[in-house]
């Protein structure tokens, strides 16, 4: 498919979603908001594509929904309610239920609806020059779906200081790192994208089946207590016995040699 905002890029076994409004910060409106929704299918129906990387290209990531195309349109977020209100959404991995690992790739500036992309991920990076924070109560909106998801993998109090703090306050790439919102920060910036791909193709070297089954096991396990998510778990584990990737992987480290994975 081709799109307006969106750039889809193939670089061996990794797939890359870019961010494509630099002019607009890659604000996401509501065209952007669709082609969201077939992009990551694309990418995750792709059987070239073991990893996908989220990126974005000019100085920030993601700032969230267009706020100038709100104001002047006529229609603002109604446009948005009825699928907030039946919480039917489709703009990331997440909810389009991608069960290829993603990895989001910070450059500069995520701020608001940015950090849906970053809960969302299974691992985030970022460059050394990255900015986050969250302006929504400062242009009279509510902090809400996008700070949930981040609760899963830093203090709450952290989450609830961006969330209050507004446009006041922005938080660099070293304190996002030491609170747990991204595991590697990248110096110099201009490396993000070469670091990513790095880990995205390690990643790529392993069991297809093997990894979508545990990205099942573990996001599963944040819907549920510990021993449903346990219960649940066992059911993903056991799903791969049998599984030709088992068997193949045993043997190609027996072998000493680059395991042959099915597709």
């Not at 990794?14 to 082609?35: H, S």
């Amino acid at each position: 498919m081709s799109y307006t905002h969106l750039e889809i890029r193939r670089e061996g076994p990794v797939g890359w979603l870019i961010n494509d409004r630099p002019d607009q910060l890659n604000a996401m409106n509501a065209a952007m908001r669709d082609e969201f929704a077939d992009a990551w299918l694309e990418l995750d129906h792709d059987p070239a594509v073991r990893v996908i990387v989220h990126t974005g290209n000019g100085r920030a990531f993601q700032t969230g929904v267009d706020v100038t195309e709100i104001a002047d349109d006529g229609i603002g977020m109604e446009r948005y309610r009825e699928s907030m209100e039946n919480f039917d959404l489709h703009f990331t991995s997440w909810h389009q239920k991608v069960w290829k690992p993603v990895i989001t790739a910070v450059n500069g500036i995520c701020c608001g609806g940015g950090f849906h992309w970053v809960a969302d991920a299974d691992i985030v990076i970022a460059a050394s020059d990255a900015e986050f924070f969250d302006p929504h109560v400062s242009v009279g909106q509510v902090v809400s779906i996008e700070a949930i998801g981040l609760i899963k993998k830093m203090p709450v109090e952290a989450v609830m200081r961006m969330a209050f703090m507004g446009r006041h306050e922005r938080m660099g790439a070293r304190r996002a790192h030491e609170l747990g919102m991204i595991s590697e920060i990248v110096d110099p910036p201009d490396l993000l994208r070469q670091r990513a791909q790095e880990i995205a193709e390690l990643i790529a070297k392993n069991s297809p089946a093997a990894m979508a089954a545990t990205k099942k096991a573990l996001w599963g396990a944040l819907e549920l207590g510990l021993t449903d998510a346990c219960r649940q778990g066992a059911r993903h584990l056991v799903s791969m016995w049998g599984h030709p990737d088992q068997e193949e992987g045993p043997r190609a480290f027996a072998e000493k040699r680059d395991p042959d994975w099915q597709v």
